[in-house]
Protein backbone atom coordinates (compact mmCIF):
# COMPACT_ATOMS: atom_id res chain seq x y z
CA UNK A 1 0.00 0.00 0.00
CA UNK A 2 1.06 3.46 -1.15
CA UNK A 3 1.40 5.55 2.69
CA UNK A 4 1.00 9.15 2.52
CA UNK A 5 2.98 11.10 5.11
CA UNK A 6 1.92 14.87 6.16
CA UNK A 7 4.16 17.97 7.69
CA UNK A 8 3.33 19.31 9.81
CA UNK A 9 0.45 17.97 11.67
CA UNK A 10 -0.60 21.31 13.34
CA UNK A 11 0.41 24.91 12.08
CA UNK A 12 -0.37 28.20 13.61
CA UNK A 13 -0.45 30.85 11.68
CA UNK A 14 -2.13 34.58 11.21
CA UNK A 15 -4.64 35.84 8.60
CA UNK A 16 -2.51 36.83 5.87
CA UNK A 17 0.22 34.59 6.13
CA UNK A 18 1.80 32.66 3.64
CA UNK A 19 1.16 28.94 4.51
CA UNK A 20 2.83 25.69 3.04
CA UNK A 21 1.63 22.13 3.60
CA UNK A 22 4.05 19.03 2.37
CA UNK A 23 2.69 15.66 1.80
CA UNK A 24 4.88 12.69 0.77
CA UNK A 25 4.27 9.69 -0.74
CA UNK A 26 6.10 6.29 -0.11
CA UNK A 27 6.43 5.26 -3.68
CA UNK A 28 6.14 7.45 -6.64
CA UNK A 29 2.53 8.92 -7.93
CA UNK A 30 2.86 10.48 -10.91
CA UNK A 31 0.79 13.39 -10.15
CA UNK A 32 -1.96 11.49 -9.22
CA UNK A 33 -2.67 13.62 -5.78
CA UNK A 34 -5.80 15.92 -4.60
CA UNK A 35 -5.73 18.28 -1.42
CA UNK A 36 -9.00 18.28 0.46
CA UNK A 37 -10.18 21.02 3.06
CA UNK A 38 -12.39 19.70 6.40
CA UNK A 39 -14.18 21.36 8.51
CA UNK A 40 -15.56 20.07 11.91
CA UNK A 41 -18.73 17.86 11.27
CA UNK A 42 -18.45 18.49 7.74
CA UNK A 43 -17.45 16.45 4.71
CA UNK A 44 -13.93 16.53 3.00
CA UNK A 45 -13.98 19.52 0.06
CA UNK A 46 -11.68 18.99 -3.11
CA UNK A 47 -9.68 21.53 -3.26
CA UNK A 48 -7.18 20.72 -5.97
CA UNK A 49 -6.84 17.68 -8.12
CA UNK A 50 -3.92 16.27 -10.47
CA UNK A 51 -1.49 17.75 -8.26
CA UNK A 52 -1.82 21.08 -9.35
CA UNK A 53 -5.07 21.75 -11.33
CA UNK A 54 -8.06 23.84 -8.69
CA UNK A 55 -10.96 22.37 -8.49
CA UNK A 56 -14.15 24.71 -10.09
CA UNK A 57 -15.04 27.26 -7.40
CA UNK A 58 -11.79 26.84 -5.30
CA UNK A 59 -10.52 30.04 -4.63
CA UNK A 60 -7.00 31.13 -6.49
CA UNK A 61 -5.10 31.55 -2.85
CA UNK A 62 -5.17 27.55 -2.98
CA UNK A 63 -1.96 26.14 -5.28
CA UNK A 64 -0.61 22.45 -6.16
CA UNK A 65 2.59 21.89 -6.85
CA UNK A 66 4.47 18.71 -7.04
CA UNK A 67 5.34 15.12 -8.82
CA UNK A 68 6.46 12.23 -8.13
CA UNK A 69 6.55 11.51 -4.25
CA UNK A 70 6.50 14.93 -2.72
CA UNK A 71 3.91 17.34 -2.92
CA UNK A 72 3.00 20.75 -1.37
CA UNK A 73 -0.73 22.62 -1.09
CA UNK A 74 0.19 26.44 -0.47
CA UNK A 75 -2.26 29.24 0.92
CA UNK A 76 -1.20 32.20 -0.27
CA UNK A 77 -2.97 34.56 1.82
CA UNK A 78 -4.54 32.91 4.58
CA UNK A 79 -8.28 34.13 5.41
CA UNK A 80 -10.50 33.43 8.51
CA UNK A 81 -12.65 30.90 6.54
CA UNK A 82 -9.36 28.54 5.58
CA UNK A 83 -9.06 27.38 9.33
CA UNK A 84 -9.49 23.48 9.11
CA UNK A 85 -7.91 20.20 8.62
CA UNK A 86 -6.29 19.38 5.37
CA UNK A 87 -5.62 16.34 3.67
CA UNK A 88 -3.65 14.67 1.01
CA UNK A 89 -5.10 12.01 -1.29
CA UNK A 90 -2.88 9.64 -3.51
CA UNK A 91 -5.38 7.96 -6.56
CA UNK A 92 -1.93 6.41 -8.32
CA UNK A 93 -3.00 2.80 -7.04
CA UNK A 94 -6.21 2.44 -5.14
CA UNK A 95 -7.08 5.56 -2.56
CA UNK A 96 -4.99 6.98 0.63
CA UNK A 97 -5.27 9.48 2.36
CA UNK A 98 -2.65 11.13 4.61
CA UNK A 99 -3.05 12.31 8.33
CA UNK A 100 -4.18 15.48 8.28
CA UNK A 101 -2.49 19.39 8.90
CA UNK A 102 -4.95 20.97 11.25
CA UNK A 103 -3.80 25.13 10.47
CA UNK A 104 -4.82 26.78 13.68
CA UNK A 105 -4.88 30.52 14.76
CA UNK A 106 -1.75 31.46 16.36
CA UNK B 1 -27.58 20.89 -8.15
CA UNK B 2 -25.32 18.00 -7.43
CA UNK B 3 -25.81 16.17 -4.25
CA UNK B 4 -25.63 12.65 -2.01
CA UNK B 5 -27.88 12.46 0.47
CA UNK B 6 -26.78 9.93 2.90
CA UNK B 7 -29.29 7.91 5.82
CA UNK B 8 -29.13 8.90 9.46
CA UNK B 9 -27.16 7.64 12.28
CA UNK B 10 -27.11 4.06 13.52
CA UNK B 11 -26.18 2.34 16.74
CA UNK B 12 -25.08 -1.18 16.56
CA UNK B 13 -23.80 -3.35 19.21
CA UNK B 14 -20.74 -5.52 18.08
CA UNK B 15 -21.19 -8.66 16.00
CA UNK B 16 -24.27 -6.54 14.17
CA UNK B 17 -24.45 -5.90 10.54
CA UNK B 18 -24.91 -1.91 9.76
CA UNK B 19 -26.61 -0.80 5.66
CA UNK B 20 -25.93 3.10 4.83
CA UNK B 21 -28.02 4.07 2.08
CA UNK B 22 -26.09 7.68 -0.32
CA UNK B 23 -29.06 9.03 -2.68
CA UNK B 24 -27.73 10.75 -5.72
CA UNK B 25 -29.46 13.23 -7.90
CA UNK B 26 -27.73 16.25 -9.85
CA UNK B 27 -26.06 14.16 -12.71
CA UNK B 28 -26.37 10.80 -13.94
CA UNK B 29 -25.65 8.35 -11.36
CA UNK B 30 -24.73 5.04 -13.31
CA UNK B 31 -22.06 7.22 -14.90
CA UNK B 32 -19.63 7.55 -12.20
CA UNK B 33 -17.98 5.54 -9.46
CA UNK B 34 -19.58 5.54 -6.05
CA UNK B 35 -16.78 5.43 -3.54
CA UNK B 36 -17.03 4.91 0.66
CA UNK B 37 -14.41 6.41 2.94
CA UNK B 38 -14.74 6.48 6.46
CA UNK B 39 -13.51 8.66 9.30
CA UNK B 40 -12.79 7.52 12.93
CA UNK B 41 -13.44 10.44 15.65
CA UNK B 42 -9.74 12.01 15.35
CA UNK B 43 -8.95 10.20 12.44
CA UNK B 44 -7.63 10.40 8.64
CA UNK B 45 -9.88 9.27 6.22
CA UNK B 46 -9.60 5.33 5.11
CA UNK B 47 -11.51 4.39 2.49
CA UNK B 48 -13.36 1.44 1.60
CA UNK B 49 -13.61 0.74 -1.81
CA UNK B 50 -16.13 1.39 -4.99
CA UNK B 51 -18.91 0.46 -6.67
CA UNK B 52 -19.54 0.94 -10.37
CA UNK B 53 -23.69 2.14 -10.69
CA UNK B 54 -23.06 0.99 -14.23
CA UNK B 55 -22.54 -2.61 -14.05
CA UNK B 56 -22.43 -3.26 -10.35
CA UNK B 57 -18.85 -4.23 -9.99
CA UNK B 58 -16.63 -3.63 -6.94
CA UNK B 59 -13.57 -3.34 -5.51
CA UNK B 60 -12.96 -3.09 -2.19
CA UNK B 61 -10.08 -2.40 -0.06
CA UNK B 62 -7.84 -5.55 1.15
CA UNK B 63 -8.90 -4.51 4.60
CA UNK B 64 -12.31 -4.83 4.17
CA UNK B 65 -12.68 -7.82 2.29
CA UNK B 66 -15.23 -10.31 3.48
CA UNK B 67 -16.89 -7.50 5.50
CA UNK B 68 -18.38 -5.02 3.17
CA UNK B 69 -20.32 -5.23 0.10
CA UNK B 70 -21.17 -2.51 -2.38
CA UNK B 71 -24.49 -2.54 -4.26
CA UNK B 72 -26.75 -0.39 -5.61
CA UNK B 73 -30.22 0.33 -7.23
CA UNK B 74 -29.89 2.63 -10.40
CA UNK B 75 -33.94 2.78 -10.61
CA UNK B 76 -33.53 5.21 -7.58
CA UNK B 77 -30.12 6.09 -8.15
CA UNK B 78 -28.80 5.29 -4.55
CA UNK B 79 -26.21 3.30 -3.85
CA UNK B 80 -25.28 0.94 -0.18
CA UNK B 81 -22.39 -0.23 1.63
CA UNK B 82 -23.07 -2.66 3.82
CA UNK B 83 -20.41 -4.05 6.92
CA UNK B 84 -20.93 -6.86 8.60
CA UNK B 85 -19.51 -8.39 12.19
CA UNK B 86 -18.64 -4.83 13.29
CA UNK B 87 -16.47 -4.36 16.37
CA UNK B 88 -15.50 -1.38 18.53
CA UNK B 89 -13.30 0.17 15.95
CA UNK B 90 -15.63 0.52 12.82
CA UNK B 91 -17.23 3.20 15.00
CA UNK B 92 -16.74 6.11 12.60
CA UNK B 93 -18.45 8.67 10.36
CA UNK B 94 -18.98 7.23 6.74
CA UNK B 95 -18.74 8.93 3.92
CA UNK B 96 -20.38 7.89 0.33
CA UNK B 97 -18.17 10.44 -2.67
CA UNK B 98 -18.65 10.11 -6.03
CA UNK B 99 -15.00 9.26 -7.95
CA UNK B 100 -14.02 9.03 -11.45
CA UNK B 101 -16.39 8.43 -14.80
CA UNK B 102 -17.37 4.67 -14.82
CA UNK B 103 -15.34 2.75 -16.61
CA UNK B 104 -12.45 5.29 -16.69
CA UNK B 105 -9.42 5.91 -14.90
CA UNK B 106 -9.37 6.22 -10.67
CA UNK B 107 -9.81 9.91 -9.52
CA UNK B 108 -10.20 12.69 -6.74
CA UNK B 109 -13.97 12.51 -4.76
CA UNK B 110 -15.81 15.77 -5.99
CA UNK B 111 -18.81 15.25 -4.46
CA UNK B 112 -19.14 13.80 -0.55
CA UNK B 113 -22.32 13.04 1.19
CA UNK B 114 -22.98 14.19 4.37
CA UNK B 115 -21.68 11.23 6.27
CA UNK B 116 -23.36 8.67 8.56
CA UNK B 117 -22.33 8.29 11.81
CA UNK B 118 -22.15 4.46 13.12
CA UNK B 119 -21.31 3.88 16.68
CA UNK B 120 -20.90 0.46 17.68
CA UNK B 121 -21.40 -0.29 21.67
CA UNK B 122 -22.13 -2.92 23.54
Known amino acids: DIQMTQSPSTLSASVGDRVTITCRAS??????LAWYQQKPGKAPNLLIYKASSLESGVPSRFSGSGSGTEFTLTISSLQPDDFATYYCQQYNAYWTFGQGTKVELK | QVQLEQSGAEVKKPGASVKVSCKAS????????MHWVRQAPGQGPEWLGWVNPNNGGTYYAQKFQGRVTMTRDTSISTAYMELIRLISDDTAVYYC???????????????WGQGTMVSVSS
Open chain 1, 27 to 32: QSISSW
Open chain 2, 97 to 111: ARGGVAGGRGDAFDI
Open chain 2, 26 to 33: GYTFSGYY
